[in-house]
């Protein structure tokens, strides 16, 4: 194991369970340890579940470049045995397997379009049942969990603690909650760690002596995964804000009684919810929408978008507070990225990738993944660029890079245009002729026919970008193939 980095930047973030900003400081500096929920696959991973991903990537590749790739440990799992699997994969008419190596292998696909990293390590849960199984003993073992009727539910009065997390009392959360009736419940907020599988289901020898097969409830599964992985305790925990109860509130329940800690994780993350052009993202309202979608289907503003513009609007809003994402914000980001792309295809021979984030950043980032403030800086880094500064163009490069901007996919964005004319040579010639039409409009300053033109263009999917010479300062046209 290669000697940890030196860290040079104190890192500050926002502690669900604490309420309050806190300095990192890891178990073990030669061993920092993150666990994030991860899917469940049984369909397309919409963009409220991307979200997350985007946002522990940051914090993951801040967390190597803080104390070295071989001493952090990401771990995200993958939940392959649900309610909603077995229900789709009767719709659908498939085995549970194929629906969800299927699936897992969409989302792999459209998290790497949003340049996110892979974990760590993957557990998925039907690889763990023999651990959720030993944890669930453990529990009755401890008072903590009681068998009935072929169930085996945790007690959440047994431990007084219980409701830390979401900062809700027991009754707060009878009264705000939609618990199962079960006659066999000794309190409604038990919750379920083992229940029986029902015909048709996936099921396995159950524990604690019950005869019939069954299955692990949900939360039991990230407890069981994370302690394999990250041990009894470990630093972070990572997930959306509406997994704080009472998912999180049940792992760490559940954590803590089975191995007598105090603690599951120090620190517990929670990014903020998503909304849709101002709405909560629903099928009824039509602004649900898929990563899947939004890469390869034109069902927003009538095109494709690059996974980077969409991790680009993902990062635009600290985690923390709540995200609009918008076709505005969609195209905002887009134009971004163009520019920014311009200017390193401008600087390409001179440019080395693969280095250190520039102080601006990591200042950012340190400050509770404060990625509004590191695009501000981006910001700078390219008006400096554009007056020819390759310093700044050079910056620029090393910050992208640090957030997930792979240069190299950011420099084919600058291929569409070369694409488009060595594929249609006569497209080209057209294009090219509008153009000096349209430059010769706006010279005499005929803006209604610059117009024309450019929304005619627009029309056929081709899109103008206008800038000037920074040598000679004459307006120019350059154009790319949208869709």
């Known amino acids: 194991m290669s000697e940890a980095t030196p860290v040079r930047h104190e890192l500050k973030l926002t502690n669900t369970l604490s309420r309050e900003r806190e300095t990192f400081l890891p178990e073990d500096p030669e061993n920092v340890r993150m666990y994030v929920c991860g899917p469940t696959v049984y369909d397309y991973a919409h963009i409220g579940n991307a979200r997350p991903v985007v946002v522990f990537d940051v914090l993951f590749r801040l967390l190597r470049h803080l104390y070295g790739e071989d001493h952090v440990t990401y771990v995200r799992n993958i939940t392959d045995v649900d ?44 690889e763990h049942i023999d651990d959720m199984k030993a944890m669930i003993e453990t529990l009755v073992e401890k008072g903590n969990a009681y068998v009935a009727e072929e169930h085996v539910l945790f007690d959440v009065s047994s431990m007084a603690e219980y409701g830390e997390l979401s900062g809700r009392s027991i009754e707060d959360m009878k009264a705000g909650a939609r618990v199962e009736v079960a006659p066999y419940k000794k309190g409604p907020m038990d919750f379920v760690l083992w229940k029986p599988s029902k015909e048709g289901e996936p099921g396995w020898p159950s524990p604690c002596g019950i005869e019939a097969p069954g299955r692990p409830g949900w939360h039991i599964e990230c407890s069981a995964m994370a302690g394999k992985h990250l041990g009894k305790t470990f630093d972070i925990h990572g997930g959306g804000l509406d997994l704080t109860f009472p998912h999180h509130e049940n792992e760490l329940a559940q954590s803590r009684c089975s191995h007598d800690t105090q603690i599951m994780a120090r620190y517990w993350l929670h990014n903020g919810f998503l909304q849709v052009e101002g709405e909560k993202m629903s099928k009824s309202l039509g602004n649900f929408f898929t990563v899947h979608e ?3 289907t034109d069902k927003v503003g009538g095109r494709k978008w690059p996974g980077h513009t969409i991790r680009l609007v993902l990062l635009m809003t600290q985690y923390r507070q709540p995200l609009d994402f918008t076709e505005k914000s969609l195209v905002e980001a887009d134009k971004l990225l163009d520019r920014w792309a311009e200017l390193m295809k401008m600087n390409e021979a001179s ?16 400050d509770d993944l404060n990625t509004p403030r590191a695009i501000a800086a981006i910001h700078g880094f390219a008006r400096e660029a554009r007056k020819g500064d390759f310093s700044a163009a050079q910056k620029l490069t090393d910050a992208l890079e640090f957030l997930g901007f792979a240069p190299a996919v950011m ?4 291929q569409k245009t070369e694409i488009a004319s060595a594929a249609d040579p006569a497209l080209s010639a057209r294009v090219e002729g509008m153009i000096a039409e349209r430059l010769a409009a706006r010279a005499a300053k005929d803006w209604a026919e610059a117009d024309r033109i450019r929304d005619e263009l627009a029309s056929e999917g081709i899109l103008l970008k206008d800038y000037k010479d920074k040598e000679t300062g004459e307006p120019k046209t350059t154009w790319e193939v949208s869709r």
Request: include cysteine.
């Open 83 to 126: 309610d909603k699997i077995n229900a789709r994969a009767a719709e659908e008419g498939v085995s549970i397997r194929d629906l969800t190596e299927r699936t897992a292998a969409q989302f792999h696909a459209d998290m790497h379009a949003l340049g996110a990293l892979d974990p760590t390590v993957e557990p998925r849960a039907t």
């Open 294 to 296: 939004l890469l390869d």
């Open 351 to 366: 440019l080395d990738f693969g280095r250190n984030p520039p102080d601006e950043i990591l200042t950012a980032v340190c």
């Open 411 to 414: 420099l084919t964005r600058m």
